[in-house]
T-cell receptor, first 113, second 113 residues
Framework: EADIYQTPRYLVIGTGKKITLECSQTMGHDKMYWYQQDPGMELHLIHYSYGVNSTEKGDLSSESTVSRIRTEHFPLTLESARPSHTSQYLC????????????FGEGSRLTVL | RKEVEQDPGPFNVPEGATVAFNCTYSNSASQSFFWYRQDCRKEPKLLMSVYSSGNEDGRFTAQLNRASQYISLLIRDSKLSDSATYLCVVNMGGGGATNKLIFGTGTLLAVQP
């Protein structure tokens, strides 16, 4: 089993609230990622980090922000949640992209009312 | 045109059947290729890498055709436990920090008893 954890697993929240999705890994991986996946659709990369204090936006534009203050921790924040943010958010980490092996957390399913 | 395209299925097959999935990719400079498996409402997990010479892991065989820009996954003697969505994943290259994985929408396999 991969040692990467996401909380909360499920969150239902009202419009305008600030939320933070937590992601932690204990594998010492430098590279971490956030993907967004809607039902029946492909994963879209929204943020990635190649190490502490390094964050980049992914291919899919997102109003969320991320931080990487510690190697093991890569939280994602939405300052003001909207119904359009309703989705599944998957955090992943890897040793390197060329190996193709991303270890995913179980996901955070967000519903914004 | 999507960067990675798969037939979404579903593929409904009886136990014991052989089933094959194809995936095409648009970027001829793509460097590496993978198949992931995603169970319903679960996170994706790496199933196998795809090597130029083709590779086999038990009942699973993966092949790459660079000239035609497609990869395939063959599953022999299907089991009920093979029911899942199979994601085609391509490393688009690009060098440096932009080396990243692109996920296909996935092909849904349902193995019937």
């Amino acid at each position: 089993e991969a040692d990467i954890y996401q909380t909360p697993r499920y969150l239902v929240i009202g419009t305008g609230k600030k939320i933070t999705l937590e992601c932690s890994q204990t594998m010492g991986h430098d590279k971490m990622y956030w993907y967004q996946q809607d039902p029946g659709m492909e994963l879209h990369l929204i943020h990635y980090s190649y190490g502490v204090n390094s964050t980049e936006k992914g291919d899919l534009s997102s109003e969320s922000t991320v931080s990487r203050i510690r190697t093991e921790h890569f939280p994602l924040t939405l300052e003001s949640a909207r119904p359009s943010h309703t989705s599944q958010y998957l955090c992943a980490s890897s040793r390197g992209v060329l190996t193709g092996e991303l270890f995913f957390g179980e996901g955070s399913r967000l519903t914004v009312l | 045109r999507k960067e990675v395209e798969q037939d979404p299925g579903p593929f409904n097959v009886p136990e014991g059947a052989t089933v094959a999935f194809n995936c095409t990719y648009s970027n001829s400079a793509s460097q590496s290729f993978f198949w992931y498996r995603q169970d319903c409402r679960k996170e994706p997990k790496l199933l196998m890498s795809v090597y130029s010479s083709g590779n086999e892991d038990g009942r699973f065989t993966a092949q790459l055709n660079r000239a035609s820009q497609y990869i395939s996954l063959l599953i022999r003697d299907s089991k009920l436990s093979d029911s899942a969505t199979y994601l085609c994943v391509v490393n688009m290259g690009g060098g440096g920090a932009t080396n990243k994985l692109i996920f296909g929408t996935g092909t849904l396999l349902a193995v019937q008893p």
